[in-house]
């Protein structure tokens, strides 16, 4: 696939487009079927003076890794520079993210280099413009309302990355998904019953009764955000020291119980007991 429209897009979009010489034909590999778009700081500091200093890099790429870097850079004004409409070298193997399968990055998603330094690039700190997030946001949703995807398909670099990326620096991830849903005019999705906490442990079980003994109803392969609607007595846990015999009833991500000493937080959590 050729995004030979992505010039266009972003014109209806509002965003301002700079189109840097032979946008078209510049490539990095054959394989290109993008379902999503990606986010990545260039560890590069800008300013009003200096607003792309990543701009060269990105077209011609680094010794150890060639170009393009990236379908468009954005600059300290939230411009984007157009450098490919191929694929291009961003995005390195994809551990899986959302609905962004694990594969070939490269091949799966469509680059922003956003310009600013993050947390250290060169000693300097640096969080993205408004400006910048404001035309990544915008950017975002029209691409992929032009791909025909939903707005979980933005992801950011450190999501997706299993080489330890920490790009974007200082966005809230979700946040930015909400705000590309709203400029797609995406219903917010509904919040689930109950109150959020994060379990710590990774590997969690959920069970159809408060104990162990049942057949597992879902499965938490991550530390994530659980939504606990009771807590009610069950079988004792031990977890690394810890010790509870109180287990929580969660709506999601799965409808079932996990033992408390999975989650952060006291012993006995701040919700009701459940209904006997
Ligand atoms: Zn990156």
Do not use: Y
């Given at each position: 696939m050729q995004i030979s429209w992505l010039e266009d897009v972003l014109r209806g979009a509002g965003v301002s487009v700079v189109v840097e010489g032979d946008?078209?034909?510049?490539?990095?590999?054959?394989?290109?079927?993008?379902?999503?778009?990606?986010?990545?700081?260039?560890?590069?500091?800008?300013?009003?003076?200096?607003?792309?200093?990543?701009?060269?890099?990105?077209?011609?790429?680094?010794?150890?890794?060639?170009?393009?870097?990236?379908?468009?850079?954005?600059?300290?004004?939230?411009?984007?520079?157009?450098?490919?409409?191929?694929?291009?070298?961003?995005?390195?193997?994809?551990?899986?993210?959302?609905?962004?399968?694990?594969?070939?990055?490269?091949?799966?998603?469509?680059?922003w280099e956003i310009d600013y330094a993050g947390d250290g690039g060169g000693g300097v700190v640096q969080e993205m413009t408004p400006a910048q997030y404001d035309a990544?946001?915008?950017?975002?949703?029209?691409?992929?309302?032009?791909?025909?995807?939903?707005?979980?398909?933005?992801?950011?670099?450190?999501?997706?990355?299993?080489?330890?990326?920490?790009?974007?620096?200082?966005?809230?991830?979700?946040?930015?998904?909400?705000?590309?849903?709203?400029?797609?005019?995406?219903e917010p999705p509904p919040t689930p019953p109950g109150t959020p906490f994060r379990t710590w442990v990774a590997g969690v079980n959920v069970r159809p009764t408060p104990d162990t003994t049942g057949t597992p109803v879902g499965y938490l392969p991550t530390t994530t955000t659980v939504y606990v609607e009771c807590q009610t007595e069950g079988e004792t846990v031990t977890e690394s020291g810890y010790t509870n015999n109180l287990w929580s009833k969660l709506s999601s991500p799965h409808v079932g119980y996990i033992n408390n000493v999975f989650i952060q937080g006291p012993a006995s959590l701040p919700v009701d007991a459940c209904p006997i």
């Open positions: 946008w078209l034909n510049r490539s990095a590999g054959a394989s290109f079927e993008p379902i999503g778009v990606l986010w990545h700081h260039t560890a590069a500091p800008s300013s009003a003076e200096r607003p792309h200093p990543a701009l060269d890099i990105c077209i011609n790429g680094r010794s150890d890794l060639p170009g393009p870097l990236c379908q468009a850079l954005v600059d300290h004004f939230g411009v984007f520079h157009l450098i490919s409409a191929n694929r291009c070298n961003h995005a390195g193997t994809s551990g899986g993210s959302g609905p962004i399968p694990a594969g070939d990055g490269n091949t799966l998603m469509i680059g990544s946001v915008a950017a975002t949703a029209a691409v992929l309302q032009r791909l025909g995807r939903s707005a979980d398909h933005a992801r950011g670099h450190r999501e997706t990355s299993t080489s330890g990326k920490i790009d974007p620096s200082f966005i809230d991830l979700d946040a930015m998904r909400a705000d590309v849903a709203a400029a797609m005019g995406e």
